[in-house]
Protein backbone atom coordinates (compact mmCIF):
# COMPACT_ATOMS: atom_id res chain seq x y z
CA UNK A 1 0.00 0.00 0.00
CA UNK A 2 2.61 2.56 0.82
CA UNK A 3 4.14 1.87 -2.52
CA UNK A 4 1.29 2.62 -4.24
CA UNK A 5 0.54 5.72 -2.53
CA UNK A 6 3.91 6.86 -2.99
CA UNK A 7 3.43 6.80 -6.95
CA UNK A 8 0.09 8.11 -6.40
CA UNK A 9 2.14 11.16 -4.75
CA UNK A 10 4.96 11.51 -7.50
CA UNK A 11 1.79 11.37 -10.04
CA UNK A 12 0.14 14.32 -8.24
CA UNK A 13 3.46 16.03 -8.26
CA UNK A 14 3.92 15.84 -12.29
CA UNK A 15 0.07 16.60 -12.19
CA UNK A 16 0.44 19.75 -10.74
CA UNK A 17 2.65 21.32 -13.15
CA UNK A 18 -1.01 21.98 -15.19
CA UNK A 19 -2.10 24.09 -12.56
CA UNK A 20 1.07 26.13 -12.06
CA UNK A 21 2.00 26.48 -15.62
CA UNK A 22 -1.64 27.05 -16.68
CA UNK A 23 -1.10 30.39 -14.37
CA UNK A 24 2.23 31.36 -15.54
CA UNK A 25 1.17 31.02 -19.42
CA UNK A 26 -2.00 33.52 -18.21
CA UNK A 27 -0.19 35.86 -16.42
CA UNK A 28 2.11 36.37 -19.38
CA UNK A 29 -0.40 36.83 -21.64
CA UNK A 30 -0.34 33.57 -23.46
CA UNK A 31 -4.51 33.00 -24.33
CA UNK A 32 -6.35 30.19 -22.49
CA UNK A 33 -7.84 28.93 -25.83
CA UNK A 34 -4.10 27.62 -26.88
CA UNK A 35 -3.07 26.25 -23.19
CA UNK A 36 -5.97 23.82 -23.78
CA UNK A 37 -5.52 22.54 -27.63
CA UNK A 38 -1.62 22.93 -27.64
CA UNK A 39 -1.48 20.73 -24.29
CA UNK A 40 -3.33 17.63 -26.42
CA UNK A 41 -1.83 18.65 -29.55
CA UNK A 42 1.44 17.64 -28.09
CA UNK A 43 -0.26 14.86 -25.77
CA UNK A 44 -0.57 13.08 -29.69
CA UNK A 45 2.43 13.97 -30.60
CA UNK A 46 4.01 12.28 -27.76
CA UNK A 47 1.77 9.26 -27.79
CA UNK A 48 2.43 8.66 -31.33
CA UNK A 49 5.78 8.09 -30.97
CA UNK A 50 5.25 6.51 -27.93
CA UNK A 51 3.01 3.73 -29.52
CA UNK A 52 5.13 3.56 -32.74
CA UNK A 53 8.26 2.67 -30.53
CA UNK A 54 6.48 0.30 -28.35
CA UNK A 55 4.22 -1.21 -31.13
CA UNK A 56 5.36 0.05 -34.21
CA UNK A 57 3.38 1.12 -37.15
CA UNK A 58 0.52 -2.38 -37.70
CA UNK A 59 -0.30 -1.16 -34.33
CA UNK A 60 -1.01 2.80 -34.79
CA UNK A 61 -2.68 1.80 -38.11
CA UNK A 62 -5.26 -0.55 -36.21
CA UNK A 63 -5.75 2.32 -33.78
CA UNK A 64 -6.80 4.52 -37.02
CA UNK A 65 -8.96 2.03 -38.11
CA UNK A 66 -10.59 2.09 -34.63
CA UNK A 67 -10.67 5.77 -34.40
CA UNK A 68 -12.79 5.73 -38.19
CA UNK A 69 -15.04 3.14 -37.59
CA UNK A 70 -16.30 5.31 -34.63
CA UNK A 71 -15.79 8.21 -35.14
CA UNK A 72 -18.66 9.97 -33.72
CA UNK A 73 -18.61 8.39 -30.67
CA UNK A 74 -14.67 9.30 -29.88
CA UNK A 75 -15.46 12.85 -31.30
CA UNK A 76 -17.95 13.04 -28.29
CA UNK A 77 -16.82 11.46 -25.77
CA UNK A 78 -12.95 13.25 -26.34
CA UNK A 79 -14.90 16.26 -26.15
CA UNK A 80 -16.95 15.97 -23.18
CA UNK A 81 -14.20 14.23 -21.14
CA UNK A 82 -10.59 15.48 -22.40
CA UNK A 83 -11.61 18.93 -24.43
CA UNK A 84 -13.98 20.46 -21.90
CA UNK A 85 -12.75 19.20 -18.72
CA UNK A 86 -9.41 20.72 -19.96
CA UNK A 87 -10.75 24.04 -21.50
CA UNK A 88 -12.62 24.96 -18.14
CA UNK A 89 -9.20 24.07 -16.33
CA UNK A 90 -7.44 26.88 -18.43
CA UNK A 91 -9.80 29.54 -18.89
CA UNK A 92 -10.46 29.44 -14.91
CA UNK A 93 -6.53 30.03 -15.07
CA UNK A 94 -7.35 33.37 -16.09
CA UNK A 95 -9.25 34.33 -13.37
CA UNK A 96 -7.51 32.44 -10.08
CA UNK A 97 -5.02 31.05 -8.84
CA UNK A 98 -3.77 27.25 -9.24
CA UNK A 99 -3.63 26.19 -5.98
CA UNK A 100 -7.21 27.45 -5.46
CA UNK A 101 -8.25 25.55 -8.91
CA UNK A 102 -6.69 22.59 -7.78
CA UNK A 103 -8.57 22.64 -4.38
CA UNK A 104 -11.64 23.02 -6.19
CA UNK A 105 -10.71 20.62 -8.67
CA UNK A 106 -10.78 17.93 -5.93
CA UNK A 107 -14.65 17.63 -6.51
CA UNK A 108 -14.33 15.56 -9.41
CA UNK A 109 -14.58 12.79 -6.85
CA UNK A 110 -18.24 13.94 -5.63
CA UNK A 111 -18.83 14.94 -9.29
CA UNK A 112 -17.68 10.78 -10.19
CA UNK A 113 -20.75 9.64 -7.81
CA UNK A 114 -23.04 11.88 -9.27
CA UNK A 115 -22.47 10.74 -12.78
CA UNK A 116 -22.55 6.78 -11.42
CA UNK A 117 -25.75 7.24 -9.44
CA UNK A 118 -27.49 8.73 -12.67
CA UNK A 119 -26.47 5.82 -14.31
CA UNK A 120 -28.02 3.32 -11.84
CA UNK A 121 -24.99 2.76 -9.64
CA UNK A 122 -25.90 2.50 -5.55
CA UNK A 123 -24.12 3.62 -3.08
CA UNK A 124 -23.82 3.17 0.83
CA UNK A 125 -26.12 6.40 2.58
CA UNK A 126 -22.76 7.61 4.16
CA UNK A 127 -20.97 8.54 1.04
CA UNK A 128 -23.27 11.67 -0.31
CA UNK A 129 -21.92 12.89 4.05
CA UNK A 130 -18.40 12.45 2.57
CA UNK A 131 -19.40 14.24 -0.22
CA UNK A 132 -20.66 17.10 1.73
CA UNK A 133 -17.54 17.38 3.22
CA UNK A 134 -15.27 17.55 0.46
CA UNK A 135 -17.89 20.27 -1.08
CA UNK A 136 -17.22 22.26 1.98
CA UNK A 137 -14.05 22.28 1.76
CA UNK A 138 -14.45 23.67 -2.02
CA UNK A 139 -16.87 26.01 -0.73
CA UNK A 140 -14.04 27.25 1.96
CA UNK A 141 -11.30 27.47 0.20
CA UNK A 142 -13.42 29.83 -2.21
CA UNK A 143 -14.77 32.31 0.33
CA UNK A 144 -11.54 32.80 1.44
CA UNK A 145 -10.78 34.80 -1.32
CA UNK A 146 -13.81 36.88 -1.45
CA UNK A 147 -12.01 39.67 0.10
CA UNK A 148 -9.98 40.18 -2.79
CA UNK A 149 -11.95 38.73 -5.98
CA UNK A 150 -14.86 40.23 -7.73
CA UNK A 151 -18.01 37.89 -7.83
CA UNK A 152 -17.39 37.80 -11.59
CA UNK A 153 -14.01 36.56 -10.62
CA UNK A 154 -15.32 34.26 -8.70
CA UNK A 155 -17.58 32.77 -10.96
CA UNK A 156 -15.22 32.63 -13.94
CA UNK A 157 -12.65 31.25 -11.71
CA UNK A 158 -14.56 28.52 -9.68
CA UNK A 159 -17.53 27.60 -11.60
CA UNK A 160 -15.62 26.54 -14.57
CA UNK A 161 -13.79 24.10 -12.52
CA UNK A 162 -16.45 22.56 -11.08
CA UNK A 163 -18.30 21.75 -14.84
CA UNK A 164 -14.81 20.62 -15.45
CA UNK A 165 -14.93 17.79 -12.93
CA UNK A 166 -18.09 16.63 -13.82
CA UNK A 167 -17.16 16.74 -17.42
CA UNK A 168 -14.23 14.68 -16.70
CA UNK A 169 -15.72 11.89 -14.66
CA UNK A 170 -18.52 11.82 -17.73
CA UNK A 171 -15.94 10.76 -20.55
CA UNK A 172 -14.64 8.09 -18.34
CA UNK A 173 -17.54 6.76 -17.43
CA UNK A 174 -18.87 6.90 -21.27
CA UNK A 175 -15.93 5.10 -22.26
CA UNK A 176 -15.87 2.61 -19.59
CA UNK A 177 -19.94 1.80 -20.75
CA UNK A 178 -18.59 1.62 -24.22
CA UNK A 179 -15.90 -0.85 -23.23
CA UNK A 180 -18.26 -3.17 -21.42
CA UNK A 181 -21.32 -2.97 -23.49
CA UNK A 182 -23.05 -1.89 -20.28
CA UNK A 183 -25.47 0.64 -21.64
CA UNK A 184 -27.93 0.20 -24.44
CA UNK A 185 -27.30 3.57 -25.63
CA UNK A 186 -23.57 3.99 -25.78
CA UNK A 187 -21.97 1.52 -28.40
CA UNK A 188 -20.37 -1.61 -27.72
CA UNK A 189 -17.12 -1.33 -28.48
CA UNK A 190 -15.74 -4.54 -28.69
CA UNK A 191 -11.80 -3.74 -29.66
CA UNK A 192 -8.69 -5.66 -27.53
CA UNK A 193 -7.37 -1.84 -28.05
CA UNK A 194 -9.24 -0.73 -25.00
CA UNK A 195 -7.33 -2.78 -23.00
CA UNK A 196 -4.25 -0.42 -23.62
CA UNK A 197 -4.40 2.84 -21.40
CA UNK A 198 -1.95 4.88 -23.48
CA UNK A 199 -4.52 3.94 -26.87
CA UNK A 200 -7.27 4.55 -25.45
CA UNK A 201 -5.14 8.80 -24.20
CA UNK A 202 -4.62 8.98 -28.15
CA UNK A 203 -8.07 7.94 -29.00
CA UNK A 204 -9.71 10.38 -26.73
CA UNK A 205 -7.02 13.17 -27.52
CA UNK A 206 -7.15 13.12 -31.24
CA UNK A 207 -11.48 13.18 -30.37
CA UNK A 208 -10.92 16.53 -29.58
CA UNK A 209 -9.50 17.77 -32.85
CA UNK A 210 -12.66 19.07 -34.09
CA UNK A 211 -13.27 21.16 -30.96
CA UNK A 212 -10.11 22.99 -31.35
CA UNK A 213 -10.34 24.15 -34.66
CA UNK A 214 -14.20 25.27 -34.35
CA UNK A 215 -12.84 27.29 -31.55
CA UNK A 216 -9.36 28.85 -32.94
CA UNK A 217 -11.92 29.45 -36.24
CA UNK A 218 -14.76 31.22 -34.19
CA UNK A 219 -12.36 32.97 -30.87
CA UNK A 220 -9.56 33.68 -33.63
CA UNK A 221 -6.59 34.19 -30.65
CA UNK A 222 -3.66 35.64 -31.05
CA UNK A 223 -0.81 33.44 -32.34
CA UNK A 224 0.63 31.32 -29.14
CA UNK A 225 4.21 33.22 -28.13
CA UNK A 226 7.52 30.81 -28.08
CA UNK A 227 7.08 30.85 -23.91
CA UNK A 228 3.78 28.79 -24.13
CA UNK A 229 4.61 26.73 -26.83
CA UNK A 230 7.51 25.53 -24.53
CA UNK A 231 4.86 25.93 -21.37
CA UNK A 232 2.10 23.47 -23.07
CA UNK A 233 4.91 20.84 -23.83
CA UNK A 234 5.75 20.65 -20.97
CA UNK A 235 2.51 20.60 -19.09
CA UNK A 236 1.79 17.63 -21.94
CA UNK A 237 5.08 15.89 -20.94
CA UNK A 238 4.75 15.94 -17.16
CA UNK A 239 0.57 15.57 -16.73
CA UNK A 240 0.17 13.94 -20.13
CA UNK A 241 2.72 11.16 -20.05
CA UNK A 242 4.46 11.05 -17.17
CA UNK A 243 2.19 11.65 -14.37
CA UNK A 244 -0.93 9.68 -16.16
CA UNK A 245 1.41 6.99 -16.83
CA UNK A 246 2.41 6.42 -12.99
CA UNK A 247 -1.02 7.29 -11.51
CA UNK A 248 -1.96 4.19 -14.02
CA UNK A 249 1.23 2.30 -13.06
CA UNK A 250 -0.29 2.30 -9.26
CA UNK A 251 -4.05 1.84 -9.91
CA UNK A 252 -2.76 -1.59 -12.13
CA UNK A 253 -0.89 -2.50 -9.15
CA UNK A 254 -4.07 -2.43 -6.72
CA UNK A 255 -5.24 -5.10 -5.84
CA UNK A 256 -8.85 -4.60 -3.83
CA UNK A 257 -11.13 -1.59 -3.84
CA UNK A 258 -9.33 -0.11 -0.78
CA UNK A 259 -6.01 0.37 -2.47
CA UNK A 260 -7.26 1.72 -5.89
CA UNK A 261 -9.45 4.73 -3.51
CA UNK A 262 -6.10 5.29 -1.85
CA UNK A 263 -4.62 6.08 -5.01
CA UNK A 264 -7.10 7.99 -6.27
CA UNK A 265 -7.08 10.15 -3.20
CA UNK A 266 -3.72 10.72 -3.78
CA UNK A 267 -4.67 12.96 -6.17
CA UNK A 268 -5.28 15.60 -3.09
CA UNK A 269 -1.33 15.75 -3.11
CA UNK A 270 -1.69 18.19 -6.13
CA UNK A 271 -3.08 20.79 -3.94
CA UNK A 272 0.22 20.96 -1.94
CA UNK A 273 2.08 20.88 -4.84
CA UNK A 274 0.36 23.79 -6.54
CA UNK A 275 0.70 26.10 -3.60
CA UNK A 276 4.65 25.38 -3.36
CA UNK A 277 5.04 25.37 -6.70
CA UNK A 278 3.16 29.11 -7.22
CA UNK A 279 4.86 30.13 -4.56
CA UNK A 280 8.59 29.61 -5.51
CA UNK A 281 7.94 29.78 -9.23
CA UNK A 282 5.39 32.85 -9.79
CA UNK A 283 5.53 34.86 -6.12
CA UNK A 284 2.08 33.51 -5.64
CA UNK A 285 0.15 34.09 -2.26
CA UNK A 286 0.13 31.22 0.45
CA UNK A 287 -3.53 29.97 1.22
CA UNK A 288 -4.64 31.95 4.66
CA UNK A 289 -6.46 29.92 7.38
CA UNK A 290 -9.83 30.16 5.92
CA UNK A 291 -8.02 28.45 3.26
CA UNK A 292 -5.45 26.04 4.95
CA UNK A 293 -9.12 24.73 7.11
CA UNK A 294 -10.96 24.23 4.00
CA UNK A 295 -7.89 22.47 2.32
CA UNK A 296 -7.77 20.16 5.23
CA UNK A 297 -11.56 19.91 5.26
CA UNK A 298 -11.15 17.92 1.62
CA UNK A 299 -8.43 15.97 2.84
CA UNK A 300 -10.62 14.53 5.70
CA UNK A 301 -13.13 14.22 2.89
CA UNK A 302 -11.06 12.09 0.66
CA UNK A 303 -9.79 9.72 3.70
CA UNK A 304 -13.63 9.07 4.59
CA UNK A 305 -14.10 7.59 1.14
CA UNK A 306 -11.25 5.48 1.89
CA UNK A 307 -13.24 4.30 4.79
CA UNK A 308 -16.02 4.03 2.61
CA UNK A 309 -14.41 1.44 -0.42
CA UNK A 310 -14.93 -1.14 3.47
CA UNK A 311 -18.70 -0.28 3.07
CA UNK A 312 -21.53 -2.27 1.09
CA UNK A 313 -22.30 -2.46 -2.00
CA UNK A 314 -19.39 -1.19 -3.43
CA UNK A 315 -19.54 0.70 -6.97
CA UNK A 316 -17.69 -0.93 -10.46
CA UNK A 317 -15.64 1.60 -11.11
CA UNK A 318 -13.01 1.94 -14.15
CA UNK A 319 -9.55 1.26 -12.88
CA UNK A 320 -7.93 3.13 -15.96
CA UNK A 321 -9.28 6.31 -15.49
CA UNK A 322 -7.06 9.22 -16.26
CA UNK A 323 -6.50 12.76 -16.44
Known amino acids: ???????????????????????????????????????????????????????????????????????????????????????????????????????TWQFTLVASLIIFGLLGKSFHPLVWVFAIVIFAGVVLVNLSHLHTMTSDQLIYGAVPVLIAAFCYPLGNQILWEAKYGTHKRIPHIKSPLLNDVFAKLWLLSVGTIPLWLVLVAVVQPEAPSVGQLTSTAIVALCSGVIATGLFIMARNKASNTTEIAAVDATQASEVLFAIIGGYLLLGSELPNLVSTIGIIVIVIGLGLFLKYQKLEPKPKIPTDKVV
Open 1 to 103: MLKLIGLGILSGLFFSATFVLNEAMSAAGGHWLWSASLRYGFVIIFLTLFLLMRKGVSYLKELTRLLLEYKSFWTITGTIGFGFFYLFLCYSADHTPGWIISA
